[in-house]
């Protein structure tokens, strides 16, 4: 379920998916005084009965990356890597990443900075 600012996701286990899985999302634009602009993101939940909760920020540029930051934590904490989670109800995180994106004033050819890259 997406309200602005928050994603609820919650699977249990079917013949396409073997774990219980709950989740929310809350996510804001913070200022940061040295980095500017950035997605601010809280994922807590659980995960086949074991709780799970942290915090990540993106850069603005970086923010149309959020799911694999949010699968990232998902794996961390359990999930199977093709659990899929975030990606089943696209609907609800295309609304997340619309919203993201109108938080964030994102237009299509914005630049990155790859500096922001993870690894780099």
Known sequence: ????????????????????????????VREDPKEGQMLHMRMEGEIDGKSFAEECELHRDMAFDFMNTLTQVVVRNGGYPRLGPVLRAHDEFDAMFKDIRDKLGLKPGDPIDLSHLPGL
């Open 1 to 28: 379920m997406f309200t602005p600012g928050h994603v609820h996701r919650e699977l249990l286990p079917d013949e396409f998916n073997q774990q219980k899985f709950i989740c929310d999302v809350y996510y804001d």
